[in-house]
């Protein structure tokens, strides 16, 4: 077993600590500025920059806070993953570290004394900020070593002359996952409810619904080996991943970490290897010819591994 | 789960296939509760009978180790899982015998006539 994962490098820290940084400074300010503003201040605007809304300050700082700590929690959570897709996202998170660390304070220090603020140059500001900076990311951190490449390192399963074997296994959501989803897609229901009960538009529904068989759908894969090859299939059967037998270049089991290594669950695609990631742990790799690795979450990668290594060495009648 | 068939062994096929389920119960790779593949599926991937994956899928049933439901086809059963409990014992009566210079007929012969008794 090999982790993809790259050893912990100075660079990988820089996401963390731009986002660290930006929190503790737009913190430092806010909490500094509290006193001196009224109760209520306005926290949000319209499109055209109008302040609409108001709240309590404290709410400022407190939000600042939850934001800082959960970007700061998805940088350190992506720190060891080599695939771009973690690199990404984690200038993404950056990004909105830096947007709302320059533009919550400066909206509060708008309003010191009572003064009014627009929002719009804070806010184009702070996106620019939080571009470079997010750039800057995408460039410098992760350039960690590259995950060595896998051959088959797997010991092929013994198989005589004439014998036959099939390997099958599934790829299913890990159940904080299943239940995290669950969560989300009745929140989204019934907003779209709420929505469609106040405008009358019940055409509405039909979102929740498809989303809902979508999700359904993809909770769980089956994996097939055989002498056709790999194939990993969704509950509703499309869309599959078919790799046949000879463009399987290698195959080996891995330990994954969806977050790190794939930036997420479900079907994921990478700069060096796709993914169908439904928890984190083992999982077969194969390397296929002319296209990215496919990394599947099955339980009994090695068997599997094995009766592929096996197949590709002994390419017998189809 | 790992199924393999031999066409040039002695052994019937769907003797080989229920004895391929065996070894993935008792490896672990199959616990109480698990599906076994559709026995289409399992004769495609195989090239053989569907009849052949039926009749290995109802042996298993009627020593108990899966149970056939209509609609669900065969689960692994509850009691399935004691095979597994008696491996440890195995692996250490193996490791003797082999450290001691028996062969493996005559260990089979030991345990045939200590069961039978």
Redesign the interface.
Known sequence: MTRPGAPAHPVTWLPTAITAFATVVALALELAWLPRLPAEIAIHWSGSGVADGSGPSWTVPVMTTAIGLLCVGLTIAMRRGVAAGARLGSAVVVTAAVLVAVLAPTMMGGQLEGGRVDILPPLLLGALGGIALGALVVVLAGRGPVPPSRSTSATP?P???????????HATLGRGAAIALAVVQLAVTALVVWAAAQSGAWALIAIPVVVAVLVIGFLEWRV?I?RSGLIVRPLIGAPAFRVPLDRVAGADTVQVEPLADFGGWGVRVGATATGVITRAGEAISVERIGQRRLVVTV??AE?AVA?LAALRAAPRSA | ?????????EAPLFAQLAASVRREIARG?LTAGDRL?AAR??AA????NVHTVLRAYQELREEGVVDLRRGRGAVVATGATVALELRDAVRVLVADARRRGVALPTLTALIQEEYRS
């Open positions: 399963l198989l005589a002359a004439d014998e036959r074997a099939v390997w099958l296994g097939r055989d339980d009994d068997a009766l | 789960m790992l199924l393999r068939v031999d066409p040039a062994s790779a593949p599926d399992v991937a195989l090239d053989v």
